[in-house]
Structures are given as C-alpha cells and as structure tokens.
C-alpha cells in the first residue's frame, strides 16, 4: 500500500482511495459533514486540505493510513552517498534485548562517553534537518547504544546505558515519524520508554514520554496524546520542573507537544491550558536555549502559538503572530517549521508574494524536510498556480509538487 499513490496530487489521491472503497462524493461528504460539492473540490485541486484534523478524518473516511493520504515518503531517497537507511533501522530496533546482531559482530562496546558524544551527533543531525545522514547513522547508533546496555549490568554505569539507549530511541522516533514511519515510531520510543523508566533518570523519562505523546499525535491519536501529556506531568515529584533549565525545558516542550494534540481535538480551553504551562516555563528560564535538544524557550512558544492558531484555521490571528515570532539561534528544523508555518498563514491570507518567500526561506533552511513535508508540497502546488513568478515554480519543482 504504502507509495501507491505518491506521485498523484492530493486530491487525485482523495478520488483514488474514495473509488477504491466504491464510495460517491456524495457519501464521502457526509461522512465528514461536508458537501458533495466540497469533495468535489478537493478531489479537482480547486480547494486545499491544509489542516491536520481534517486529513485525519478523511484518512479513517476512506481508511487508509495518514501517511498514505499525504503521500508521505515510504523511505528516504539515496541522496549524497547515503543509502535510504530505514529497513536497517528497522533491523536494528528488532533485535532481541539481549543480542545487537550483525551490526556489531566482533566489535568492542563504545565508551560511555564516546556513546554520549555520539548520540549527541544525532540529535545535532535531526535538528540540522540533515535526515540521510542521520538515517545512515541511527542503525549503528542503536546498536552501539544496545551493546552498551547489555555490557553495563550494574551501578552508575549501567543506569547511564540505559538512558544513553532511550535517547537513541527517542531521535530514531523522532525521525521515523517525521518520514511517516509511525509504527515503526512507536516501536522506538516504546523501548526508548523501557530503557528510561529502568535508569530510573527523570529527564529521560520525561524527554521518552513527550517522544510518546509525539508519536500518538502522528498516529491520530490526540486524545491519547494529551492524555500522556497530563499524566507524564502529573507524575513528576513536586516542583521538579523549576528545579533546572533542563527540568523547565523538558516540562515546556511536553506541553508544547501537548497543546498542538489539543489543537486537534478543537478544545480551545486545553489548548490555552497547555500553552501557558509551557509559557510559564519559558519565562521562567527566560532565553532560548537547547537543554536535552528541546529547542526550548520563548520562541518555541511562539511557534506553537502559531501552529495552534492553523490548527483552528483562525488564519488572521496566525498572521497576526507571524511578525513577532524571532527564531534567530534556534536548530534549523525549528526555524524551517516556523518559515513553512508562516508561508502558510500568509497564503491563506491570500499574500502570495509573502508565501512563496517565507516558503523558499524553510526549503534554503532544511530541504529534506521540506521535501518530506506534504504542507510544504501542497503549498508550493497553490502558490505556483497563483503566481508567475519564476522562483515559485522552481520552488514547486525542488519540492517534489510538481514535474
């Protein structure tokens, strides 16, 4: 199933699954109490689906995968030397606890040190937006990090392995998801959760239960998402999060996850809950700053209060935010997602000339996300279409949106 239809536009993609389940336009749309017409529409590219809840419930009205619907990348393209790498990946997070397979057949374990410094370089891949690299990495990464933990059976050491190994899960999540591999995901992070809870360390703990949460959110799964976000709060010992700017970063950024899984379930008061918790964080730490990869501080903030505001579709209030969102010595997947944000809220606007360049702005900042990032595709789709500037359609051709 998966890439079936990736090389359709997305509503062509729409008629194709709506076909395939012998369903009229008629019958679609009101399984989404929308009009025939509206499906219509969609189907004819004439109208956008920009909004996550409402491909969600078109992906269960034709049952079919997100992901599928989307046209998400089945797996990275061979790209600069590197080999599309998530079957190896996948290799690597099934094998058994106890056995790392071929991957480090007769090979030393790596110090506890050299590990921390390498799954360090991952997490510096991932918020470079550098996804071959890092998918050319992860498998050995994971296996270094298993062999370490089985090495390691007692004292500080063994608790350090077992953290170093759930943070290499958490960015193999991390990753996965953004390439639409959600089951996969989840595989990650559910032993990335093991490890965390066995090292008995809070920050792991916290930072595997917002890799968790992120990964339902992906799955369409946002009540479930707010639930783990509520839970992991309220399950760290009292005032914990105060107690550092590691401790502020990690509470902040499980909200933040936390309001966009509110956003989708169109609850407006959890939402405003969840991002005055993280703001509440992140006036307390009061800058911008990296703690445990998190990107966290006022600006991340903002971007979410940007999100959330697509999220309803209240596009004036997300352009209103847009101007006063400054994303300066943020990791570029962070600065990239903010550009294509913005791009969005203008386009909606009807401000294409804004669009397009805050839409080439993230593709210069991050390419492979981009590329991998249906919005983006779907945008630079629209936005050529509505102008004759030449940048736009060379934009819309490196994106993948069109031939």
């Not at 969600?56 to 997100?66: P, Y």
């Not at 089985?150 to 958490?170: I, M, P, V, Y």
């Not at 990296?290 to 991340?300: C, I, K, L, Q, V």
């Amino acid at each position: 199933m998966r890439g079936m239809t990736d090389h359709l536009e997305f509503g062509k993609r729409v008629r194709f699954y709506r076909k395939r389940r012998g369903m009229h336009q008629r019958q679609l749309g009101e399984l989404l109490g929308r009009s025939e017409d509206w499906v219509y529409r969609v189907e004819s590219g004439r109208i956008p689906v920009n909004n996550v809840k409402m491909l969600a419930d078109l992906a269960d009205a034709l049952r079919v995968h997100l992901e599928d619907l989307q046209g998400t990348p089945v797996l990275l393209e061979d790209s600069d030397g590197f080999a599309a790498s998530v079957p190896a990946i996948r290799a690597a997070l099934m094998q058994s606890r106890r056995l790392a397979g071929s991957l480090i057949a007769g090979r030393e374990p790596l110090r506890l040190e050299l590990l921390e410094m390498e799954v360090g370089a991952a997490w510096e891949l991932y918020q470079a937006g550098e996804f071959a690299a890092l998918a050319d990495r992860l498998p050995r990464l994971l296996a270094d990090a298993r062999s370490a933990m089985n090495e390691w059976t007692s004292g500080d050491e063994r608790r350090d392995a077992l953290r170093l190994f759930a943070l290499a899960c958490h960015v193999a999540a991390a990753l996965l998801r953004k390439l639409g591999e959600t089951n996969l995901a989840w595989t990650a992070a559910d032993q990335g959760e093991i490890a965390a809870l066995e090292s008995e360390d809070t920050g792991a703990i916290l930072s595997l239960r917002r890799g968790i949460a992120h990964v339902q959110l992906g799955a369409n799964l946002a009540a479930e998402a707010v639930q783990s976000t509520l839970d992991s709060a309220d399950e760290l010992e009292r005032g914990w999060w105060q107690s550092s700017p590691v401790a502020l970063s990690l509470y902040g950024t499980l909200f933040l996850n936390g309001s966009i899984a509110a956003a989708r379930m169109r609850n407006r008061e959890l939402t405003t809950y969840m991002i005055g918790k993280a703001n509440e964080a992140a006036e307390r730490l009061g800058t911008d700053s990296n703690e445990m990869w998190t990107a966290f501080g006022p600006a991340n903030v903002g971007i979410h209060q940007l999100a959330t505001a697509l999220e309803f579709e209240d596009y004036q209030r997300a352009v209103d935010i847009a101007p006063t969102v400054r994303a300066v010595g943020l990791p570029k997947e962070r600065r990239a997602r903010l550009r294509l944000d913005v791009a969005r809220a203008y386009g909606e606007a009807g401000r294409t000339d804004d669009a397009v360049d805050n839409l080439k702005r993230a593709y210069t900042t991050a390419p492979e996300q981009m590329r991998a990032h249906e919005f983006a595709r779907d945008l630079a789709r629209r936005l050529h279409k509505r102008t004759q500037r030449r940048d736009a359609q060379q934009l819309a051709v490196a994106l993948g949106a069109i031939g």
